[in-house]
């Protein structure tokens, strides 16, 4: 009886990782797509005069420590992860 239910579990395991791929590779274009839109802000602070902007800490201690280019990379690198993660999973479920 035991042995049915672990089969019944890794076949939901196996359904939800089939088709969460896309949210996965979706996630991972957002987070382009927000590196995109942290490379422009940083660039429009840094040609404006206005220096009392708002950010995320963790996002300002990545300005602070490598400019725009280390928080923007961090936040690509971060997207690559995730849709190299998803196409993982896509072509996992497509070979079973």
Do not use: H, P
């Not at 797509?33 to 800490?57: I, K, P, Q, V």
């Amino acid at each position: 009886m035991s042995d049915e239910l672990e089969n019944k579990e890794e076949e939901n395991e196996t359904e939800e990782s089939g088709d969460s791929w896309w949210k996965t590779v979706g996630f991972g274009l957002f987070m382009f797509a927000l590196a995109g839109f942290l490379y422009w802000y940083f660039t429009d602070f840094e040609n404006s005069n206005d220096r009392t902007r708002r950010m995320n800490a963790i996002i300002a201690a990545l300005y602070n420590l490598g400019g725009k280019n280390l928080a923007c990379g961090v936040v690509a690198g971060i997207g690559a992860i995730l849709v190299g993660m998803g196409v993982w999973d896509f072509t996992k479920t497509r070979k079973k």
